[in-house]
């Protein structure tokens, strides 16, 4: 198993430029998380996803949009980055939900928004 | 609301020192989850431990314990006779059984291991 993949390693966009992150996992989890990580903080929930078509808000989620069309995929769309979004993206995946089950996390994005 | 303080932002010890990252935790819930989370250099996250809150009990895993005390709203996890590979940064979290999903983590403790 490749557990929870992500892509890109490392982005670098221009303010007001759109973007994709894409976040894959294998292990037939119904539950997917993504978090970001600013620098010296903990993980803020963005998004999470309990099942195929079922999607909702985190903690900060403004400016991100997701969708779950599948069990596998749960991709993270920024539609007009800004400076503010600069931050290190992880994806993860649990069988039960996060109350109870642990997280499998992807290695995360890198992204960089000048 | 849900709400993690670890409040030792960084830690230095020296190699075989025993060391404490402390986590204190909020909630309204009688059914909650704790967690710790290990971040090492190279980025990714690792689970460490799930604790509910109806077990209190302390768990011992080879060099690492936990010390569950709902009286002070703590989980304190120690590292006994610290390695070099231990550096890396400890996360706490917190999940509430009525919020399913949601997460809270604190802001990390870097503990920084030297030879």
């Known amino acids: 198993n490749a557990g929870v993949t992500q892509t890109p390693k490392f982005r670098i966009l221009k303010i007001g430029q759109s973007m994709t992150l894409q976040c894959t996992q294998d292990m037939n989890h119904n539950y997917m998380y993504w978090y970001r990580q600013d620098p010296g903080m903990g993980l803020k929930l963005i998004y999470y996803?309990?099942?195929?078509?079922?999607?909702d808000k985190g903690e900060v989620p403004n400016g991100y949009n997701v969708s779950r069309s599948t069990t596998e995929d749960f991709p993270l769309r920024l539609e007009l980055a800004a400076p503010s979004q600069t931050s290190v993206y992880f994806c993860?995946?649990?069988?039960?939900?996060?109350?109870?089950?642990?997280?499998?996390f992807g290695p995360g994005t890198r992204l960089t928004v000048l | 609301a849900q709400k993690v303080t670890q409040a030792q932002t960084e830690i230095s010890v020296v190699e075989k020192e025993d060391v404490t990252l402390d986590c204190v935790y909020e909630t309204r819930d009688t059914t909650y989850y704790l967690f710790w989370y290990k971040q090492p250099p190279s980025g990714e996250l690792v689970f460490l431990i799930r604790?509910?809150?109806?077990?209190?009990q302390n768990e011992i895993s080879g060099r690492y314990s936990w010390n569950f005390q709902k009286s002070t709203s703590s989980f304190n996890f120690t590292i006994t006779a610290s390695q070099v590979v231990d550096s890396a940064v400890y996360f706490c979290a917190l999940s509430e059984d009525t919020n399913a999903g949601k997460s809270t983590f604190g802001d990390g403790t870097t503990l920084t291991v030297k030879p």
């Open positions: 996803s309990v099942g195929a078509g079922i999607t």
């Open positions: 604790r509910n809150s109806f077990d209190e």
């Open positions: 993860a995946s649990s069988y039960e939900d996060s109350s109870m089950g642990e997280q499998f």
